[in-house]
C-alpha cells in the first residue's frame, strides 16, 4: 500500500471509528447491534493503531540517518 494509500486509508477508518463512538455513545443501538458497532471499533482503531505505528517508525529512521543531529523529543505538555 502506498504512503497516499495508508494515509486516505487511516483517515477514513478514523472517520468510520469517530461515527461508530457516536453511535455508541448515543444509547440507540440495540444491545446486539451495540457489539457489533463496538467490534468494528476494535477492528478499526487496530488498523489505524498499526498506521501510526509505521509512520512513527519511518520517522525514527529518517531521524537515525539525520548525519547525527539529534532533535529533541515533541512534547505538548511543554509549550
Given amino acids: ?7 486516505r486509508h487511516f483517515e477514513e477508518n478514523l472517520s468510520e471509528l469517530e ?7 448515543s ?3 440495540s444491545l446486539e447491534d451495540a457489539l457489533k458497532a463496538f467490534e468494528k471499533g476494535v477492528k478499526l482503531s ?3 493503531q498499526s ?5 512513527e517508525q519511518k520517522v525514527q529512521v529518517l531521524l537515525e540517518t539525520n548525519e547525527g543531529e ?3 523529543p515533541f512534547d505538548p505538555e511543554s509549550e
Fill in 46 to 48: 487496530q488498523d489505524c
Fill in 70 to 72: 539529534r532533535l529533541e
Fill in 27 to 29: 444509547n440507540q443501538l
Fill in 1 to 7: 500500500m502506498s504512503r497516499k494509500t495508508s494515509v
Fill in 51 to 55: 498506521v501510526l505505528t509505521q509512520a
Fill in 19 to 25: 461515527s461508530i463512538v457516536a453511535q455508541l455513545e
